[in-house]
């Protein structure tokens, strides 16, 4: 079975880091486009980055130059290393598999929440 | 902002049909697939259609989807109250990367 569970949110005041990860199961991330999709309050989904088979990395122009994805193949893991935070970054992250690499998410997490707040 | 519009909200009656269009550019829908999310706040976003009119095994034929140059549409017909939740488009802009519209709230009255 296909699973995919985020972790690492929290409570974080502004300027600070905070590292996501999203352990997959049932498939190798490794081969496949792994993104992180945000949701802040009341807000709709936004594409934040994506990482691609051969290591490749796009992000939003939003978190361009704070953000950073990454992966552990052995621990088959995803990760987001957020620098900078931002009150605006405040959100329910997600992370999910672009099937073909053209906005196809057929696997996503359940999120996990990232507040930014003094 | 989002580069893909959507009407915010929409409501039908149980066993009725909806319909809920995504409107974008050259650069995103004019010339790439679409796919549609479901999505209720707090719960992992579900494929609903994808390459524009294709559902996923398991999706039921009461979704579907269709394309008519820079505007895509999410057909639901038999309306549940299941099916109150909150839509989105996706598909890929150029200058963007991947790409998803505001959201429509399905309200199942």
């Known amino acids: 079975e296909v699973q995919l569970v985020e972790s690492g949110g929290g409570l974080v005041q502004p300027g600070g880091s905070l590292k996501l990860s999203c352990a997959a199961s049932g498939f190798t991330v490794s081969s496949n486009y792994m993104n992180w999709v945000r949701q802040a309050p009341g807000k709709g989904l936004e594409w934040v980055s994506v990482?691609?088979?051969?290591?490749?990395?796009y992000y939003a122009g939003s978190v361009q130059g704070r953000f950073t994805i990454s992966r552990d193949n052995s621990k088959n893991t995803l990760f987001l290393q957020m620098n900078s935070l931002r009150p605006e970054d405040t959100a329910v992250y997600y992370c999910?598999?672009?099937?073909?690499?053209?906005?196809?998410?057929?696997?996503w997490g359940k999120g996990t929440l990232v507040t930014v707040s003094s | 902002q989002s580069v893909l519009t959507q009407p915010p909200s929409l409501s039908a009656a149980p066993g009725q049909k909806v319909s809920i269009s995504c409107s974008g550019g050259?650069?995103?829908?004019?010339?790439?697939?679409v796919s549609w999310y479901q999505h209720l706040p707090g719960t992992a976003p579900k494929l609903l259609i994808y390459?524009?009119?294709k559902r996923p095994s398991g999706i039921p034929d009461r979704f579907s989807g269709s394309k008519s140059g820079t505007t895509a549409t999410l057909g639901i017909t038999g309306l549940q109250t299941g099916d109150e939740a909150d839509y989105y488009c996706?598909?890929?802009?150029?200058?963007?990367?991947?790409?998803f519209g505001g959201g429509t709230k399905l309200t199942v009255l």
């Open positions: 990482i691609y088979s051969d290591g490749s990395t």
């Open positions: 999910g598999r672009d099937r073909d690499g053209y906005n196809r998410f057929d696997y």
């Open positions: 050259s650069s995103n829908i004019g010339n790439n697939y």
């Open positions: 390459e524009n009119t």
């Open positions: 996706g598909t890929w802009d150029t200058s963007l990367s991947r790409v």
